[in-house]
């Protein structure tokens, strides 16, 4: 484990109030919160700036009674079938499905697979999730 360094922040009392609020129950202590907005905010780099390949989830949620919604789902998918690893479908309702692929690749590509699937007609709510595959963290 490296070193543990003790900085000090300053904030606003009105911003540190709702800080505590948005972490309570989720977080021990500001210490843990706070490190974790800094990594969030190196991978968000990481990524945008990468050269080498991202890793992680997009979520959709879809009618799937939407005419030609699953054809041209599958066609996207096929035509990035090196990004995608693996997917889990599931039925939410009578009219509702849910599916969570797992992606990696390089990021512009997996932007753009992303993307496509979600601007689909039939696509309620559509989320890339990326993460950096470890290597700033070592």
Request: positive net charge; contains cysteine.
């Amino acid at each position: 484990m490296s070193k543990v360094i003790r900085t000090g922040v300053s904030i606003e009392e009105k911003l540190l109030k709702k800080f505590d609020k948005l972490i309570e129950g989720t977080y021990s202590n500001r210490s843990e919160a706070i490190r974790d907005l800094i990594r969030n905010k190196i991978v968000e780099e990481e990524w945008l700036d990468s050269e080498g390949k991202v890793i992680g989830t997009l979520t959709l949620l879809y009618n799937h009674h939407q005419r030609g919604l699953n054809k041209k789902m599958l066609d996207i998918q096929h035509n990035y079938h090196h990004i995608f690893k693996s997917n889990l479908h599931l039925h939410l309702s009578h009219d509702f499905c849910l599916e969570v692929m797992i992606i990696e690749g390089e990021p512009l590509k997996v932007q753009q697979a992303a993307e496509s699937l979600i601007g689909l007609k039939g696509v309620k709510h559509g989320k890339l999730t990326i993460s950096s595959r470890g290597e700033s963290f070592k």
